[in-house]
């Protein structure tokens, strides 16, 4: 899984990384992932809900488990990118973005084996709330069914970071012009309580979510 | 550029929108854009700064400039999601996320004519940092050249938003689970100098930043 697929060789990159490590750890606090395939010889790309397994990713929607089903396993692209700054430089050229972002490449398969989609669904769930699975009631046996979970097993990942200050050229350093980084976070904030709501307490989910995600 | 893909009549959704200006407002407070193309038969989804000019996107980027450049034209997908919450609900069925997403669909073109290139790398420019253009040094030659910037003409665009609380089956509001949403916002907050900084009050741009892309 560390291993960078060909094409990523046309680019030397002092940002890339190829450690499970890295990856893993942008993967695991991201909210969702932006998910490419190809449909009619057209590539299509949609924001989607995930949870990582070892070195499988499931993703879950009806959506792309109604196209996927026809063919039996399609190549597909996750991309998981964390937005930190943006970094600005006395030249429009030198100017950037500090960024983590993890690439993986892989076949979607449609999960039908009942035993890894109720993981998988189990994953997803607790990915965005750790640990919501058990709080809610039990999935019924006719969701199950309406529910569509596909496995992307990783074949080849990277990761890109950059972090830091502008870079400016030497000459530049001199002008008067303003130069830094804006910092740019994520944040999840106050719960809303739902409409019919019986229960004032927040869940501990809640707050686990916070701790996962927040920067 | 509002007519919905073939491929995405596959799935009537009460969350699609195709007027323009939903996806015009999606598209100009976003950061940056995921981009789908197809490379040696693998899809590729790629994180990139981006600006929108009426209904053409310009992307930026040195890595897709040479890949694309082989090739005269190629299809692509040009992506930009905003989470707005987590919906949590009483079944973990009924989970959700709230999100604002436009998909679009064109053709990538290398950007070749000095002048469209030029309006390009200002817009992109602008686009994270309004007037930014106008603060710093102007381009070199030099620069310019090495500069890649692709082009995606709007071929059919859709949005997707979802607003809201969770939408719970009638029979589980009476469980003793609680329901609601997390807030989730993204900020671009406080700046940091850069070294070798001899300007201490940061420039109009950066709040204008703040204004156009905080929830």
């Known amino acids: ?24 750890g942008i993967l695991d606090c991201g909210l969702v992932a932006h998910v490419g395939f190809v449909l009619d010889d057209r590539p299509m790309v ?19 488990a109604r196209i996927i089903k026809k063919n039996k396993s399609v190549p597909a692209c996750l991309t998981v990118t964390h937005i930190d700054g943006l970094v600005v430089a006395r030249s429009a050229f030198h100017h950037s973005v500090n960024y983590r972002s993890a690439v993986i490449h892989g076949h979607l398969r449609d999960v039908t084996d ?44 990277s990761a890109k ?11 530049d350093y001199d002008l008067s012009v303003w130069a830094g980084v804006i ?10 309580n739902g409409p019919r709501n019986i229960v004032d307490d927040v869940p501990p989910s809640i707050e686990a979510a916070r701790q996962r995600f927040n920067d």
């Open 1 to 24: 899984m560390t291993t960078p697929p060909n094409h990523a060789k046309v680019r030397v990159s002092k940002r890339a990384h190829y450690d499970q490590e890295t990856i893993h």
């Open 161 to 171: 970071i950059r972090t830091g200050p502008p870079v400016d050229d030497d000459e």
């Open 46 to 64: 949609i924001p989607m809900a995930y949870a990582r397994d070892g070195d499988i990713l499931y993703i879950h929607g009806a959506k792309a």
């Open 183 to 192: 910092g740019v976070t994520q944040t999840l904030g106050e719960t809303e």
């Open 114 to 157: 009942p035993e890894e989609k109720e993981r998988a669904l189990v994953l997803v769930t607790n990915h965005l709330l750790p640990g919501r699975w058990d709080e809610v009631r039990p999935m019924t046996e006719k969701e199950f069914k309406s529910t569509g979970v596909l496995a992307l097993e990783i074949e080849a990942a």
